[in-house]
């Protein structure tokens, strides 16, 4: 590909705020176009005078002016044409011929001799110490790019999703176009990742708070005996789990309530009411000091086994889940005599 150069085209800024395009003018005050600051191309005196001018000499200048603007937006579309979406649509190319480079690594035989190849290469060449849980998109990537790790990073995420995806090597430039670039995919991944942090939390969270409720059937505290017209069963104990009873109450006044309902919900019931509890009782970054404070009440009420308590939670004992084994029977012949 040939490339034609070009002499730098020079502008003036007159601090009148008009801009001289006369041939003869191109003296002083020269901008140098190469920087394409269109900011610097026309930028008014506040100070200059405007006062009012005769109709067609003020509708000449401002039509000279328009068009003015209409040449420089020329010049940007061009610039855009050329070097933006034509540069995009090279780039996105140049990432299928390094996604399916990838994918070959992948597929060798020989795909970790090869990976470790390029780790020794970045560090020996490059002083770069990739960390022992990178990815083999990440060691690819920076292999390939091994001057700027934003860009390697920015590259290694699309190879991710696409890997993930399951794409094409030959399709992942249209792919790349159809999701609105690399940033939308960067925006995605980060969007996933933090849905499912989200998640996993929230699952955390409703985890605990079931526990606390559990743990507090051990606990002191007034019981009322609710009479059973006033309980409502809407599972069947021989195909789902009861989740929890939940009262339906009236306020009476000061501490006073009355039980007006009690109705025992399936699982999946019970547990879309705990999580919308858990959620607004137990903020994302106090989770660790919720766990604690179970902790804590479960020693306090000497719970180490049972009410929601599972191997691996702190202070769970399995003694009292272990069967001792028989006594083995001595025959009577061997026995010693007294």
Known sequence: ??????????????????????????????????????????????????????????????????AKGKAFKGLNDKYVEKFIVKGNEELYELLGGIYGFMLTVNESPYRDHIL?????????????????TATMESIVVRFIVPSDRQTAFNYARV?????IEKIVAKDLAGYIKGRGGITKIQDTIANEEAAKEHKEIATKKLSLYKKVLIAKLKATGPEIEVPQKLCSNLVDYNKDAACFEFAIVSKLGGDKY??????????????????????????????????????????????????????????????????PPPVKEVPAETKTAE
């Not at 470790?116 to 022992?132: F, W």
């Not at 190879?159 to 890997?163: E, N, W």
């Not at 009411?273 to 919720?290: G, R, T």
């Open 159 to 163: 190879m991710k999703v696409a890997f």
């Open 258 to 323: 009355r039980i007006n309902q009690v109705v025992n919900l399936p699982e999946a019931v019970g547990d879309h009411m705990l999580n919308y509890i858990s959620n607004v009782s137990i903020p994302d970054d106090k989770v660790e000091e919720f766990q604690d404070k179970l902790d804590e009440m479960r020693a306090r009420l000497g719970i180490t086994r049972g009410y929601g308590m599972v191997p691996g939670d702190k202070g769970y004992d399995a003694a009292g889940n272990i069967t």
């Open 1 to 66: 590909m040939q490339i034609q150069s070009q002499s730098s085209a020079k502008v003036t800024m007159p601090k009148n705020g008009r801009v001289i395009v006369d041939e003869d003018q191109y003296e002083d005050s020269m901008t140098d176009l190469d920087d394409f600051d269109l900011a610097k191309m026309f930028k008014p005196d506040i100070e200059m005078n405007l006062t009012p001018v005769a109709a067609p000499e003020m509708l000449e200048q401002i039509d000279s002016l328009i």
């Open 116 to 132: 470790m190849r390029m780790r020794n290469h970045l560090s020996s060449e490059h002083s770069i110490v990739l960390q022992d």
